[in-house]
């Protein structure tokens, strides 16, 4: 049972580069998220989807680009990255967006110099 | 934006003590959850909480909504040193749609 896997572990961007941070679930869930965690703010999301091709911003949407093509797959998109976006990105997935369990994957850290 | 207070937000402790961690909000909650991450990994969902007064048990640890759905309390009795982590409170509020808000952790430490 792989769960949510995330995809790099590790990222060193340099100031204006794009990357794409990988996430994808095998549970068949319609709910998936995006969060980015600092020091001293907790767990902030980012973007949204409750299902393939509807996607929705969340309280940091600023810098990030996502997209749903299928159930399976929510990848983030950093189309030109700053200092700001160094952080430890969680991709997370559930069921359904009524907040039965939500299953996280170990995360991507992210530095961008 | 709704907050999320949690406190404290550092606990050291020595191993077979007692401790309370404590999460509130000015709103009141749909439902609450409580995660504990270690380092390194994803948090993990430790239970959910949806009725006010509602008092669940997961071994050692005794987790409380209060009765106005704005506050809950996680007791860990005879910490142990794999208690040692981050423990985050997340919480729904009505209207908020698909939007789960956490708070900022207590860090636990678990001394042997």
């Known amino acids: 049972n792989a769960g949510v896997t995330q995809t790099p572990k590790f990222q060193v961007l340099k100031t204006g580069q794009s990357m794409t941070l990988q996430c994808a679930q095998d549970m068949n869930h319609e709910y998936m998220s995006w969060y980015r965690q600092d020091p001293g703010m907790g767990l902030r999301l980012i973007h949204y989807s409750v299902g393939a091709g509807i996607t929705d911003q969340g309280e940091v949407p600023n810098g990030y680009n996502v997209s749903r093509s299928t159930t399976e797959d929510f990848p983030l998109r950093l189309l030109s990255a700053a200092p700001s976006q160094t952080s430890v990105y969680f991709c997370?997935?559930?069921?359904?967006?009524?907040?039965?369990?939500?299953?996280f994957g170990s995360g991507t850290q992210l530095s961008v110099l | 934006t709704q907050l999320l207070e949690q406190s404290p937000q550092f606990l050291s402790i020595q191993e077979g003590e007692n401790l309370t961690v404590y999460c509130n909000s000015s709103?009141?909650?749909?439902?609450l959850q409580w995660y504990r991450q270690e380092p390194g990994e994803g948090p993990v969902l430790l239970v959910t909480?949806?009725?006010?007064?509602e008092v669940k048990k997961l071994k050692r640890l005794t987790f409380q909504f209060g009765d106005a759905r704005k506050d809950s309390s996680l007791h860990i009795t005879a910490a142990q040193p794999g208690d040692t982590g981050l423990y985050l409170c997340?919480?729904?509020?009505?209207?908020?749609?698909?939007?789960?808000?956490f708070g900022k952790g207590t860090l636990l430490t678990v001394n042997p």
């Open positions: 997340a919480g729904v509020w009505g209207g908020s749609n698909y939007k789960l808000t």
């Open positions: 997370a997935s559930s069921y359904s967006a009524g907040f039965e369990k939500l299953f």
């Open positions: 909480v949806v009725t006010g007064g």
């Open positions: 709103s009141v909650f749909s439902s």
